[in-house]
């Protein structure tokens, strides 16, 4: 006999909730998972009316879903948010060029504008490149620290008052779980906070954070959502994927478990004596660092002078091996990170009519650069976790 959707009680029921395990019908299980997130939003005071929200968007499920249903909410609920999609090209041939396509489709029909921002132009290398450089080892740490700091600069060249990114529940755990593995205790509160970066920064939100990952491979898939599943080519070995493995095999046996991980990283207290490290400024790019220069200046020095293990594991004493100053001045590549205050707004003339003309990006390189002169006006973002 087939059993009723548990909300309407009136539809046919056509799939289970893997949060909850109910019975639902695809209209009730829409409204309900977007309602939810609306809750989250609404219950933590993301956004304020009247601003400019940029949504990073990798053409994956999970910033595809995030554009879809923040334009949703914001037009149902009034929440007053200019949004705007803002996309890293990390250079990965096969993986991302295909992906930005998926990007492209999306912010024609979601009728939002879109920022393209690349490795290659902001530190003059692109992923393959550096991971002909550095090999499959390390590779992640390249890509994790050039890309939070790219989406950073994205933002503060369209001059988005928030980042939203698509991380969700399955993120959150995994990340809880890798920095106990990891000791890193400063970490470890931040990595659960809805929103990081309050300090003088662009604010990272994620309205996913009580959002599982099945539930939004459900609700783009019953959508018919238009988004890239293809996995990285290089990430098949990243740390991540080992923490990502435990986290299902607990959901498989107890589905509440991931909530629990994230709960359990909210009241992990770190001890007052403890010594944590001081957050300043980068000397080189201005960006927010612990150490005189930040990690992407390290690892970007390295490649530059054809020492790629500098800014990964001990780089202080590398630093002292091979003599290096933090004055050293790098390629015109390096001066890319820095931006001047010209250049934190987007000339409003580069921008198409929302790409749907001309199929190309909506805001246009042709009046925004990221070169500049290095200048007082430095960079101050914090990384998410």
Request: charged residues 25%.
């Amino acid at each position: 006999m087939p059993i009723n959707c548990i909300r309407c009680e009136k539809n046919k029921a056509i799939l289970k909730r893997p949060k909850t395990g109910d019975a639902m019908c695809k209209e009730c299980f829409f409204f309900v998972f977007e309602e939810e997130i609306h809750k989250t939003i609404t219950d933590s005071s993301i956004f304020k009316s009247g601003e400019k929200i940029g949504i990073g968007a990798s053409g994956g499920k999970d910033s595809t879903v995030l554009a879809y249903v923040l334009k949703t909410l914001n037009e149902r609920h009034n929440y007053g948010l200019e949004l705007i999609l803002i996309s890293v090209d990390e250079g990965i041939t096969g993986y991302r060029d295909d992906s930005l396509e998926s990007v492209k489709r999306n912010q024609v029909e979601y009728n939002l504008p879109l920022k393209v921002v690349t490795y290659d132009e902001l530190y003059g290398w692109t992923m393959d490149e550096i991971v002909k450089k550095v090999g499959r080892k390390n590779n992640c740490t390249f890509c994790g620290v050039f890309r939070r700091q790219a989406l950073d600069r994205g933002g503060l060249l369209l001059g988005v008052n928030k980042i939203v990114t698509g991380h969700n529940a399955d993120d959150l755990a995994e990340t809880v779980l890798m920095n106990i593995l990891r000791g890193d205790i400063g970490r470890l509160q931040r990595c659960t906070s809805i929103t990081t970066g309050n300090e003088g920064a662009i604010p990272r939100c994620k309205p996913f954070k009580y959002t599982y990952e099945k539930e939004i491979v459900m609700y783009a898939y019953f959508k018919k959502l238009d988004y890239f599943s293809t996995e990285c080519v290089y990430s098949p070995n990243a740390y991540r994927g080992y923490a990502r493995a435990f986290i299902k095999d607990l959901e498989a046996i107890r589905p509440r478990s991931i909530i629990d991980i994230i709960h359990s990283g909210e009241k992990l207290a770190v001890k007052k004596d403890a010594k944590l490290p001081v957050q300043g400024i980068c000397e080189r790019c201005g960006y927010i660092s612990s150490m005189n220069l930040c990690k992407a200046c390290n690892l970007l020095e390295g490649l530059n002078r054809g020492l790629p293990k500098l800014g990964i594991g001990k780089t202080q004493r590398l630093r002292k091996i091979y003599n290096l100053s933090p004055s050293y001045s790098l390629n015109s590549s390096m001066n890319n990170l820095s931006l001047t205050s010209s250049q934190m707004s987007l000339n409003e003339e580069s921008c198409c009519d929302r790409g749907q003309n001309n199929n190309q990006s909506c805001c246009s390189d042709k009046n925004v650069s990221c070169q500049s002169k290095q200048t007082s006006n430095r960079l101050e973002v914090i990384p998410d976790f």
